[in-house]
């Protein structure tokens, strides 16, 4: 092109010419432009020989340094070269992706444009999507852009989003034709008709969650048969006739929630005669009579229930297969022996009125990993907690909000972990030791963390202390709350540093994280949270 440089002017602006670049609209963004790499960009070759490069690195080697960069950093890092720009492809080229500023190490807001490229970047292959972005989902038809770049898309989880309506999911069942399991929980949008449209575009659904959807289930008589597990706790207008209908359609179900919603015993035993491969139920039952036992549930592995009474003893007769067990419960009619649990791996108790020896009964399930207590007015205390820690050599966790730690509790617990090679967990209070206490008191933080549920009075005192305490003052009179409150105690044998300094005045979690906290002092009106 030979032009002369009066002719380089186009209206008194200066023109820059070079050749044209094919130009690609992205699906779902329509101001969106990607541009097509040329052939000479396989040629990088440096004019120096000698001269040291990052294209000598085999791919290995160079994905591996892509990988410490940035999301939006390596979108950029894609038009470098042909070559770059297929390694990023096979680096996004996977079956699932989460759609998240925190998962995807991104700053800023999910755009549009960045939300499009990802799909692409992870091929027409994706099967599994999670959406957890709210505000850009909020802001955007996020489903009109899965549609049309997700053919394939089996799994989609899009809980706690606006706008997903009828008129929306319309258009995405007839983009995603193959979708097996949908999430929209928590979406105040999606309605009894956006329902019967999903229950009717699908006919091969096999994961269904719409807990807290204000839905009804008059179209429950559309439920697929192939549904393996349906989740619709907190739907509370779902009434019982639509319930039956749950068991009467869904013959393969294994997980079912339905808490927070008002059933029956007919409508559990319905569900039980026809669903002999139920493994998760997680139910509330609002009748006055004990719960005694749920015959038709017998390979049933978890259950979580919410009822004013129940009897222990023969709801475990009648479940011999439990291996998650969590009662919220009035009262407790009878004397449970959890030893008949054998497969007992995590038991979570609420409000009822237990006797050392029930309690003490969980020693005998070897397999238990997890302990939950809490408001069991019965012989609760610190000795049976390290009752059942000593007799269950595979327990990770025990929380009891109700019990304060103690320093021989500590000391306790500290010999039983010395002869074991595992961690445990405890949470439990800690409103009557103070700081002191804890510097004096030692035990292995490698196999013992402590998560307060309550924090400790501010700077050891308590309520019927005078702030003005003589013990208080001498212990920082030294200045010694300063490294107290930066250092910690150091040591290599004594309680998590975190719980000493953080804990101690209670602002911080004993990870370090902000604690949920509220103190008031009501002689200076100083509120902390």
Wanted: charged share 25%; hydrophobic share 35%.
């Amino acid at each position: 092109m030979n032009l002369k440089g009066s002719e380089l002017y186009l209206y008194g602006l200066e023109m820059k010419i070079r050749p044209a670049w094919k130009k690609i609209r992205m699906p779902g963004d329509e101001n969106y432009v990607r541009h097509t790499l040329s052939d000479r960009d396989f040629d990088l070759s440096p004019s120096n020989p000698d001269a040291p490069t990052i294209h000598v690195l085999v791919d290995d080697v160079l994905i591996h340094i892509l990988e410490y960069l940035r999301l939006n950093e390596i979108v950029q890092c894609e038009r470098v070269c042909r070559r770059w720009q297929m390694l990023i492809y096979g680096m996004f080229a996977k079956s699932s992706l989460e759609l998240s500023p925190g998962k995807l190490n991104l700053f800023g807001p999910l755009t549009r444009s960045v939300v499009s490229k990802l799909l692409i970047l992870s091929g027409s292959q994706l099967k599994d999507l999670r959406v957890k972005n709210v505000d850009y989902a909020t802001r955007s038809n996020i489903l009109k852009v899965v549609g049309q770049l997700c053919p394939e898309l089996q799994c989609l989880d899009v809980s706690m989003v606006r706008g997903i309506n009828f008129r929306r999911i319309k258009e995405l069942t007839t983009k995603c034709t193959k979708l097996k399991s949908l999430v929209v929980a928590k979406c105040p949008d999606f309605d009894e008709k956006a329902l019967s449209t999903v229950l009717e575009s699908y006919p091969d659904l096999e994961c269904l969650n719409v807990s807290c959807c204000p839905i009804y289930g008059r179209c429950f008589k559309r439920l697929p048969v192939a549904l393996k597990e349906l989740k619709m706790s907190y739907c509370q207008t779902v009434e019982l006739v639509s319930q039956e209908e749950i068991g009467i359609r869904c013959p393969n179900l294994e997980v079912l929630h339905m808490d927070h919603i008002m059933t029956s015993r007919s409508v559990l035993r319905g569900i039980g005669k026809s669903c002999s491969n139920m493994q998760d139920l997680t139910v509330t039952l609002y009748e006055e009579n004990a719960l005694t036992e749920l015959p038709d549930f017998s390979n049933l592995k978890s259950l979580r229930i919410e009822c004013t009474g129940v009897d222990l003893t023969k709801l475990m007769e009648s479940l011999p297969k439990l291996q998650n067990l969590t009662i919220n419960a009035l009262e407790c009619v009878d004397e449970p022996d959890f030893s008949k649990l054998r497969e007992l791996k995590t038991v979570a108790l609420h409000g009822l009125n237990l006797s050392l020896t029930s309690l003490g009964s969980l020693v005998n399930c070897p397999l238990l990993e997890s302990v939950y207590l809490m408001s069991c007015r019965g012989d609760l205390s610190p000795e049976t907690i390290l009752r059942i820690i000593r007799g269950c050599p595979n327990l990770k966790s025990v929380r009891c909000p109700d019990l304060n730690l103690s320093v021989s509790f500590i000391t306790s617990l500290d010999k039983i972990m010395a002869s074991r090679t595992t961690k445990i967990e405890i949470g439990m209070r800690a409103d009557t030791l103070t700081p002191k206490q804890l510097l004096e008191v030692q035990c292995d933080n490698r196999k013992i963390e402590f998560d307060i549920i309550n924090n400790f009075p501010l700077l050891g005192t308590s309520d019927d202390e005078d702030d003005d305490d003589d013990d208080d003052e001498s212990f920082f009179s030294d200045g010694s709350f300063e490294d107290f409150w930066l250092y910690g105690y150091d040591s290599d044998h004594s309680l998590p540093d975190a719980l000493l300094y953080g804990n101690a005045l209670g602002l911080l979690h004993p990870n370090f994280g902000l604690y949920d906290f509220d103190y008031s002092d009501s002689d200076s009106d100083i509120s902390l949270g």
